[in-house]
C-alpha cells in the first residue's frame, strides 16, 4: 500500500462527476455473479438448494458493495475484496434465515417470496442458515487470493466477532428480550448496533483492512459505518410503518404486532427521520479527508436514507 493510496485528500471533486446509479448497477451485477459462483453442485443437493433459495433470493446487495467499495477507498482492488463480499452476504442471509424462523420473528415472507422455512422446513432452514455462516469463514480463508495472510486473519477476527454474541446474536437477544417491554433509546441502539450496525460496520472495515487502510484510514471508517448502521436501522423502522408489505417484500407492521420499541414509536416519524439524516451527515463528514475517493462511500450513504424498501 502506498502513501498516495491512504493519504486524505486536500480537495473534493464535485459529486456530479460520480454516476452512482451506473455504480450501484454494474457493482451489484458482479456481486450476484461472485454470489451464484460461491456455491456450485455439491451433496447434499437438499441443503445446498436451501442455502441458494435465500443467498440468491436479490435484495440491495448493499453490504458486499460496502466492503467493495471500502477496498478500493483503501488502494486495493474490489477483485481482492469479492470473496469477503461475498461472505458478508452469506452471514446477512444466514441472519435473515433465522430471524425468520417461528422461534424468533416466524415472518413468512421475505423479499418478495415465502420464507426459507416455509419452502424447506424449520430444521433444513436452520442448517441452511448455519453452512452459510461456515461458508463465509471459508470464502475468506481458502477462496482468496492475492491479500496478505495477516489482513485475512484480521478479516476472521472481526467476522467473529460480529456474527457471535458481540455481534448478531448478542443483538437478537436483546431484541427478543425486549418484546412487549418499554426500551429507552440507549437499549434500542444497543440492540441495533449489534444487530444490524455490527455486521454493516464489518462490511466497511473488512473491506479496507484487505485494501491496506492504514489506522488513521480505519478510525474514520469506523465512525462512517456506525452512523449509516444506526441510519439504516431507523429508515427501516419507518418503512415498516410507511410501506406496504408488496413495496417491502417483507412484511409490513411486523414491529408493530410484535409490540418492539422503533425509533418512531420512540421519538416519532419526524424526529426520527431528522436523527438519521443527522446521522448519515456524520458519516460523511468523517469521510471528508477522503472526498474524491471515498464518492462511492458517500453516495451509499446517502442512499440509505432515501431507499424505500
Same mark, same amino acid.
Given at each position: 500500500?502506498?502513501?498516495?493510496?491512504?493519504?486524505?485528500?486536500?480537495?473534493?471533486?464535485?459529486?456530479?462527476?460520480?454516476?452512482?446509479?451506473?455504480?450501484?448497477?454494474?457493482?451489484?451485477?458482479?456481486?450476484?455473479?461472485?454470489?451464484?459462483?460461491?456455491?456450485?453442485?455439491?451433496?447434499?443437493?437438499?441443503?445446498?438448494?436451501?442455502?441458494?433459495?435465500?443467498?440468491?433470493?436479490?435484495?440491495?446487495?448493499?453490504?458486499?458493495?460496502?466492503?467493495?467499495?471500502?477496498?478500493?477507498?483503501?488502494?486495493?482492488?474490489?477483485?481482492?475484496?469479492?470473496?469477503?463480499?461475498?461472505?458478508?452476504?452469506?452471514?446477512?442471509?444466514?441472519?435473515?434465515?433465522?430471524?425468520?424462523?417461528?422461534?424468533?420473528?416466524?415472518?413468512?415472507?421475505?423479499?418478495?417470496?415465502?420464507?426459507?422455512?416455509?419452502?424447506?422446513?424449520?430444521?433444513?432452514?436452520?442448517?441452511?442458515?448455519? &453452512?452459510?455462516? !461456515?461458508?463465509?469463514?471459508?470464502?475468506?480463508? =481458502?477462496?482468496? /487470493?492475492?491479500?496478505? $495472510?495477516?489482513? @485475512?486473519? *484480521?478479516?476472521?477476527?472481526?467476522?467473529?466477532?460480529?456474527?457471535?454474541?458481540?455481534?448478531?446474536?448478542?443483538?437478537?437477544?436483546?431484541?427478543?428480550?425486549?418484546?412487549?417491554?418499554?426500551?429507552?433509546?440507549?437499549?434500542?441502539?444497543?440492540?441495533?448496533?449489534?444487530?444490524?450496525?455490527?455486521?454493516?460496520?464489518?462490511?466497511?472495515?473488512?473491506?479496507?483492512?484487505?485494501?491496506?487502510?492504514?489506522?488513521?484510514?480505519?478510525?474514520?471508517?469506523?465512525?462512517?459505518?456506525?452512523?449509516?448502521?444506526?441510519?439504516?436501522?431507523?429508515?427501516?423502522?419507518?418503512?415498516?410503518?410507511?410501506?406496504?408489505?408488496?413495496?417491502?417484500?417483507?412484511?409490513?407492521?411486523?414491529?408493530?404486532? &410484535?409490540?418492539? !420499541?422503533?425509533?418512531?414509536?420512540?421519538?416519532? =416519524?419526524?424526529? /426520527?427521520?431528522?436523527? $438519521?439524516?443527522? @446521522?448519515? *451527515?456524520?458519516?460523511?463528514?468523517?469521510?471528508?479527508?477522503?472526498?474524491?475517493?471515498?464518492?462511492?462511500?458517500?453516495?451509499?450513504?446517502?442512499?440509505?436514507?432515501?431507499?424505500?424498501?
Amino acid at each position: 500500500m502506498t502513501a498516495a493510496a491512504t493519504s486524505p485528500d486536500h480537495g473534493s471533486a464535485p459529486a456530479d462527476r460520480f454516476d452512482f446509479k451506473t455504480y450501484l448497477a454494474q457493482s451489484k451485477e458482479q456481486v450476484e455473479a461472485a454470489l451464484d459462483g460461491s456455491l456450485g453442485p455439491e451433496r447434499p443437493e437438499s441443503l445446498r438448494e436451501a442455502m441458494r433459495y435465500s443467498l440468491l433470493a436479490g435484495g440491495k446487495r448493499l453490504r458486499p458493495i460496502l466492503c467493495l467499495a471500502a477496498c478500493e477507498l483503501a488502494g486495493g482492488a474490489s477483485s481482492q475484496a469479492m470473496p469477503t463480499a461475498v461472505a458478508l452476504e452469506m452471514i446477512h442471509t444466514m441472519s435473515l434465515i433465522h430471524d425468520d424462523l417461528p422461534a424468533m420473528d416466524d415472518d413468512d415472507l421475505r423479499r418478495g417470496r415465502p420464507t426459507n422455512h416455509k419452502i424447506y422446513g424449520e430444521a433444513v432452514a436452520i442448517l441452511a442458515g448455519d &453452512a452459510l455462516l !461456515t461458508r463465509a469463514f471459508e470464502m475468506v480463508a =481458502l477462496r482468496t /487470493s492475492g491479500v496478505p $495472510a495477516e489482513r @485475512l486473519l *484480521s478479516v476472521v477476527g472481526e467476522l467473529s466477532l460480529v456474527a457471535g454474541a458481540p455481534g448478531l446474536v448478542g443483538g437478537q437477544v436483546v431484541d427478543l428480550e425486549s418484546e412487549g417491554k418499554e426500551v429507552d433509546l440507549e437499549t434500542l441502539e444497543y440492540i441495533h448496533l449489534h444487530k444490524t450496525g455490527a455486521l454493516l460496520s464489518a462490511c466497511v472495515i473488512t473491506g479496507a483492512l484487505i485494501g491496506g487502510a492504514d489506522e488513521e484510514l480505519i478510525k474514520a471508517l469506523r465512525i462512517y459505518a456506525r452512523g449509516i448502521g444506526l441510519a439504516f436501522q431507523i429508515i427501516d423502522d419507518i418503512l415498516d410503518i410507511t410501506a406496504s408489505s408488496e413495496v417491502l417484500g417483507k412484511t409490513a407492521g411486523k414491529d408493530l404486532i &410484535a409490540d418492539k !420499541t422503533t425509533y418512531p414509536k420512540l421519538l416519532g =416519524l419526524e424526529e /426520527s427521520r431528522k436523527r $438519521a439524516d443527522a @446521522l448519515v *451527515s456524520e458519516a460523511k463528514d468523517a469521510l471528508n479527508p477522503w472526498a474524491e475517493r471515498a464518492q462511492p462511500l458517500l453516495a451509499l450513504a446517502d442512499f440509505i436514507t432515501s431507499r424505500d424498501r
